[in-house]
């Protein structure tokens, strides 16, 4: 029983800290700390369980904003080197 409620405890914790990353985009460092909690739990509930929809739900969500932080950070380096704002 104690390891199925440990289980659960951390793959809800994966699938809340994913989802929670994407609304937090605005804020962008937030929103990265978000997505990194929860490919760990993700990883830490397959290491020793096995994977569910809820560890899957997580990966997606933070997957999602780790490609929306990349995709934006190349972006604005290739903007700030067209302006040549680092003089």
Same mark, same amino acid.
């Given at each position: ?12 914790? *994966? ?10 985009? *605005? ?21 020793? &369980? ?10 997606? *969500?933070?997957? *999602? &904003? ?22």
């Amino acid at each position: 029983m104690e390891e199925t409620k440990k289980k659960n405890i951390l793959s809800w914790g *994966c699938a809340i800290a994913g989802v929670l990353s994407l609304p937090f985009a *605005c804020y962008w460092y937030v929103g990265l700390i978000l997505a990194v909690v929860s490919i760990a739990l993700g990883v830490i509930v397959t290491r020793r &369980y096995e994977r569910n929809r809820m560890v899957t739900v997580g990966w997606i *969500c933070a997957g *999602c &904003y780790l490609a929306f932080f990349l995709i934006l950070a190349i972006f604005l380096g290739i903007y700030y080197n067209i302006i040549n704002l680092h003089k």
